[in-house]
């Protein structure tokens, strides 16, 4: 992994403001911050119908920053990813209890689509999750977002089941997860 540094200058000292985990095109992406927190917000409003509390993402940032990260073009966010760990029964194993990542919510504005960012975002995330020492991923994906389940597959992801009516509007998920070999 290359890790390069975006530095901000100023009178009095030095700052590194961020790591840059990958580079796609003009985008990077990074872990978020705190500061990132109200345009992630205003992402999430823009592109999908699940709405959380502000809450709930400052209590994901916390807990587990390595897999909470945005991607931005100029200084402009225009997509994110935020996960959170569970211990639980495995997607994989019979009578396995397992510690794992949650993949809550991921999304890229519409006009950046169809670039590679949305695959960019859950590849770091895998490190992210792997570096908190979790056996798998999951995520809920909407059944008629064939796009995403596609992309998912590409990946390793592959469809647990069908959680029927799992979104408020009615629609079907899809409960897709990795395992990792560790």
């Known amino acids: 992994m290359i890790l390069r540094f975006n530095i901000k ?11 840059i985990l990958r580079q796609i095109g003009e985008c990077i ?32 940032l916390a807990e587990l920053p390595e897999a909470f990260l945005v991607a931005e ?16 029964f495995s997607n994989f ?17 519409n006009e950046q689509r169809r670039k590679g960012i949305g695959r960019g975002l859950v590849e770091e995330v895998l490190i992210g999750v792997k570096s908190r020492k979790c056996e798998e991923l999951h995520l809920e994906v909407r059944c008629s977002n064939t796009d995403a389940v596609r992309l998912y597959e590409e990946m390793g992801f592959i469809i647990i089941q069908r959680l029927n ?11 897709m997860a990795i395992e990792f070999n560790n």
């Open 93 to 109: 194993k019979k009578l396995g209890f397992v510690k794992k990542g949650h993949v809550v919510s991921v999304a890229v504005l």
């Open 73 to 88: 073009i100029g200084g402009k966010l225009i997509g994110y990813i935020m996960c959170k760990t569970e211990h639980g």
């Open 165 to 175: 009516v799992y979104y408020r509007d009615g629609e079907d998920a899809y409960l």
């Open 9 to 19: 200058y100023s009178s009095a000292s030095l700052h590194i403001v961020q790591v």
């Open 29 to 60: 992406v990074r872990r978020a911050e705190t500061a990132d927190l109200i345009p992630i917000m205003e992402i999430n409003l823009k592109t999908l119908p699940e709405h959380y509390s502000d809450y709930f993402y400052e209590s994901l």
